[in-house]
């Protein structure tokens, strides 16, 4: 079983950055594809951005150029920096893990892009 904890969702305004963090409970590093998701009110969740493995990225087209996802293995961390953060990326991130063919969800981090 694996636990992922996210953080670093909050308030900002249009223009800024946050940056999300997703713990993992332990080390998948070497087996694990990890994901950002995020869902906003009335929407299907979507896939935001992905890391693999071997370092490989993959961006939804909403995120690139602002959005860029980073892995710490030693940490078993997964990084999300979000800058030039637009109203519409107000959601709730998700982190995603799939590891030895199971899939895990953190709860959820809000991120609200307000004025």
């Known amino acids: 079983q694996v636990q992922l904890v996210e953080s670093g969702g909050g308030l900002v305004q249009p223009g800024g950055s946050l940056r999300l963090s997703c713990a993992a409970s332990?080390?998948?590093?070497?087996?694990?594809?990890r994901n950002w998701y995020r869902q906003a009110p009335g929407k299907q969740r979507e896939l935001v951005a992905s890391i693999l493995v071997g370092g490989s990225v993959y961006y939804a087209d909403s995120a690139k150029g602002r959005f860029t996802i980073s892995r710490d293995n030693a940490k078993n961390t997964v990084y999300l920096q979000m800058n030039s953060l637009k109203l519409e990326d107000t959601a709730v991130y998700y982190c995603?893990?799939?590891?030895?063919?199971?899939?895990?969800w953190g709860q959820g981090t809000q991120v609200t892009v307000s004025s």
């Open positions: 332990r080390n998948i590093s070497s087996t694990g594809v």
């Open positions: 995603h893990a799939i590891c030895m063919g199971n899939a895990y």
